[in-house]
């Protein structure tokens, strides 16, 4: 990597001390920054140099995946950092800050490269952009890019006029937009795990498989967030984004090697071939949830409606479930089903296929209760699982679970950020959200949005520590189909005494 002035907007932010400062520490450690890597934080408070690296020291210290033992190396990391005051409305301060740019460079020497990440609010990012270009900020003797974080718009119309206003000072390929869950590990596994194995190339579409789950469950509620989630809801914080990128990664067919483009081309191509929804038929494919009081590994928690800041009456998502069908040949007929949620059972992000049932017809009753499973685990855990249908020796005419799993510790996986950061540093955008993919996904999700808005799709309640509100099994169940690993036993198969095949490492598999 050349040398590169990371310059960050919001440096005294949330997201910036929990995830970008440790996903730094953790490059460095693994010597993935050019010793010519520069940091200038930004922000409107007045904090001296070494305030902020001390403010940076205690991030790493908190919430890097890895122990902070050795000073020397700290110490070496925090020297990179520098921190400029700036208001994103006064176009002096961008004045101010070419100028410390310039100084830097003039350090790095060569033809150092400008990353300017937007750790603010979006109602931040046009301004930036703009003062970026007229500042003279964006003339930089190597490359520039922007890395932008989520929200990327409040609907379709929103997101299409902030991708004009960005358009204005940065080109496609210079716009890196993050989803940090395209920066899971696992997540970036997917297309590998289908494109190079043969057992798994072969089964990956409709003549094998029967319906695809993808579930993203969270325990925490709103938190502290009522302003911001009370106006977006499950629907355009989790399902627009994260999930419908969850599905284009996991429905793309790649050929070996792809490059970015190519990646992105094919995952254009899933969205296009996405069954749109009319709103009237929102309903039937459509379950939206809100979280009423219940248990969450045994604490007692309370209510949406009770939660600090959430105005009375409230008719915000915290649940969505939805049916979604893929018109190309691979994947016609294949319902994809797709359901985050706040405040549920379990923190867990996971894929789940569901194979056919080959020899349906000869079954004996009872028999289709054990399914051919693959299991994606993404997170917190990462693994993989294969749940196959197996006799039971132990009782005749019986069947049972056997599984084969994979699972690596967390201290040993990059963390998202650290995946995407590097990406962006080495300008390879192939886990970056395409405008094409964000403009198809906000056309997909606005029959739902304005169905919500027109009041016209049931709001059910479900009990927090529960899986969704029961409209959500329905919405399996008229299809035949079920949500699997709902419950400990499912996890663990249909009967408690199942075969494990664990595998050492993934080479093995
Ligand atoms: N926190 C998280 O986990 C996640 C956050 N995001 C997104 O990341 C972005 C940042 O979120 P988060 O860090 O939580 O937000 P915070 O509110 O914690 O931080 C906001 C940052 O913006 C700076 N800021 C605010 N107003 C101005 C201004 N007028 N001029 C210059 N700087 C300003 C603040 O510094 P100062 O007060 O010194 O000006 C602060 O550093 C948002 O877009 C959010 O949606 C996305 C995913 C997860
Ligand atoms: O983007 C967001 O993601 C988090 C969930 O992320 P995860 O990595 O913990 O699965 C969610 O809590 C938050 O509301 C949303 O804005």
């Known amino acids: 990597m050349e040398a590169t002035t990371f310059v960050l907007f919001g440096a005294t932010g949330d997201l910036a001390r929990r995830k970008i400062y440790p996903a730094l520490y953790n490059l460095f450690l693994d010597h993935k920054l050019n010793h010519s890597f520069s940091v200038i934080g930004l922000g409107r408070r007045e904090v001296a140099d070494e305030a902020f690296q001390a403010m940076v020291e205690r991030s790493i210290r908190d919430f890097s995946r890895r122990e902070v033992k050795d000073s020397a190396s700290v110490r ?36 150092p490269n400008r990353m300017f990440y937007l750790s603010v609010g979006p109602e931040f990012f046009e301004t930036i952009a703009f003062n970026i270009k007229q500042s003279g900020l964006g003339n930089a003797k190597g490359w520039k890019r922007l890395v932008i974080e989520k929200p990327f718009g409040h609907d379709l119309l929103s997101a299409q006029e902030l991708n004009q206003k960005l358009s204005e000072a940065f080109t496609e390929e210079e716009i890196y ?22 057992v798994l190339h072969a089964l990956w579409n409709n003549r094998y498989i029967s319906n695809v789950q993808i579930t993203a469950a969270e325990t925490v509620g709103v938190e502290e967030r009522a302003g911001y989630y009370d106006h977006v809801g499950a629907l355009r914080d989790m399902f627009q984004n994260h999930m419908l990128q969850l599905l284009m990664m996991l429905a793309i067919r790649l050929p070996k090697d792809s490059s970015p483009d190519e990646v992105r081309f094919k995952k254009k191509e899933v969205m296009e071939a996405l069954e749109s929804l009319d709103e009237g038929d929102v309903q039937f494919n459509v379950v939206r949830g809100q979280y009423t009081a219940g248990t969450i590994q045994g604490k007692p928690v309370q209510g949406y ?27 016609k007929d294949v319902p994809f089903y797709i359901r985050t949620g706040k405040r549920m059972k379990e923190k867990s992000t996971r894929i789940v296929i569901e194979f056919k049932e080959p020899l349906k017809q000869s079954s004996s009753a009872g028999e289709n209760d054990i399914p051919n499973l693959l299991v994606f685990e993404i997170s917190p855990n990462e693994g993989l699982t294969l749940q196959l249908k197996a006799r039971d020796p132990q009782h005749k005419g019986k069947f049972k679970a056997m599984h084969i799993d994979f699972h690596t510790s967390s201290i040993e996986v990059p963390e998202a950020y650290e995946n995407l950061i590097h990406d962006a540093l080495h300008g390879d955008p ?80």
Request: hydrophobic share 35%; proline share 5%; aromatic share 12%.
């Open 177 to 198: 937009r993050i989803d940090h869950y395209l920066g899971k590990p696992m997540v970036q596994e997917l297309d590998v795990f289908q494109q190079s194995n043969p």
């Open 305 to 331: 409606l009770s939660e600090p800041g959430i105005p009375a009456g409230s008719t915000n998502d915290t649940f969505i479930a939805a049916r979604l069908q893929i018109d190309d040949p691979f994947w």
């Open 76 to 111: 070496s990391f925090l020297k990179s950092f520098r921190y400029n005051v700036l208001d994103v409305g006064h176009t002096e301060d961008y004045k101010k800050l070419l100028q410390r740019v310039e100084q830097q460079e003039k350090r790095a020497g060569g033809s």
């Open 430 to 509: 192939s886990f970056f959200a395409h405008w094409n993919e964000v403009e198809l996904s906000w056309k997909w999700v606005q029959p739902i949005l304005n169905a919500f808005d027109k009041n016209t799709v049931p709001l059910h309640t479900y009990a927090a520590g529960s899986f969704g509100p029961a409209e959500s099994d329905q919405l399996l169940a008229k299809k035949g189909h079920h949500w699997w690993l709902d419950t400990a036993e499912a996890a663990n198969g249909v009967e408690e005494e199942e075969n494990d095949v664990s595998l050492p490492d993934a080479s093995n598999f």
